[in-house]
C-alpha cells in the first residue's frame, strides 16, 4: 500500500497534469493550491482538495500529519521570465521563501522523497547544444536564479549535514518548454495571462487575441528567431511519476533535464500552428524580449537512462493540436 502524495500547486497547468497522473497510476493524490492562478476543476476527481498557501508551513505539516504522506512534489511558484525582471523580490518571496518554507516543513515530518519541478532556466545561455545536467548554472533572470535557489536549498536538504535528517531523497526535473494538454481534456494550460509561445499563437488562432508578436529576428540562429526544445505535458508527467517510482525503490536523488533534444524556431512553432489550425495568423516582428536565451535543447539521456523514460507524444503537431483543441473546449 503506497502512501498518499501531496501536490503542492496540483491545480496549476503541470501540477495538474502530474496529480492526473499519480491518480491514472492507483496513487492516493492530495492537492494543495491557494487558486492564484490553478483552477479547481483541473484537481481529479478522487484527489483530496486544499485550498491554501503552500509556504504556511503550519498547514502543510498538518497536511501531511493528517494523510500520512510520505512523498510530496512541488510545483508551486512564479513562473514567468519576464515578469520576473519587472518584479524580481516576489519571486523570491513566491519561489524561494515559501518554496524553503514548504521544504522545510517537510523535512520536520519526515518527507523521504521530494520531487520539484525546476527549469531549463538554471542554465542561462549555455556554451554548448544539447545542453547536459552537468553544464554550467548561470541564470541570467530572477525567476532562473529563485528557481536554482530552491533547487540548492533542496540538494542540501537532502545532504547528509548535522542540520538535516538525512533520510530525504530528491528528484530536480529541468523542464524545457512545456507544451499540450491532456488526450481526455481532463486538463490542459491555463493561465489568465498567456505569455508562452504555444498558448498564445493558439489564443490567437481560435480568435482570443487579433495576433502575436515574434520578439526578436535577429539572434544567431537559422532563421534568426530563438530555438526552444517543446515538450508535451502528458510526457513530462509521467517522467514525474517515474522519478518518484525511482525515489521509492531507494533510488539515489538526482537532477534530470525534461526534453526532446530537439529544437523548433518561433517562427518553425508558428508555421506548424498556422498549417494545423488550418488558417494564417497576424503576426508581427518586435524586439527581442529581455531574458531571452537564443536557444535551448535539452540532453535528455540522464532521464531516459536512469527512469526508463521515453517520449510518447514527440510530434510538434500533435502537441499544438491537443492545445488547439483544449483552447477550443
Ligand atoms: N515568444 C514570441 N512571442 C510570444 C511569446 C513568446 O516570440 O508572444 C518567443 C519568446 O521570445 C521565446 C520563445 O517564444 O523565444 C519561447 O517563449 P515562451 O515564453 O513560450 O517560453 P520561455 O522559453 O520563455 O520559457
Redesign the pocket.
Known sequence: MTSPILVAGGAGYIGSHVALALADAGRKVVVLDDLSTGRRDLVPAGAVFVQGDVGDAGLVRRILAEHGCDGVMMFAGSII?SESFQAPLPYWRNNVGAGFAFLDACVAAGIRHFVYSSTA?VYGEPDRLPVPEGAALRPISPYGRSKLALEWALADACSTGACSTGTMRFAALRYF?VAGADAAMRSGQVSPVA????K?AVEAATGKRPG?????DDYPTPDG??I?DYIHVSDLAEAHVRALGHLEAGGDSLIANCGYGRGYS?RDVLDAVEHVAGKRLDIRTEGR?RG?PPA?VADSSLLKRVLGWSPRHDDLDLMIRSALDWEAR
Open positions: 521570465v532556466a518548454n505569455t508562452h509561445l504555444i498564445i502575436l508578436a515574434i520578439y526578436g528567431t530563438c526552444r518561433v524580449r531571452d535551448l
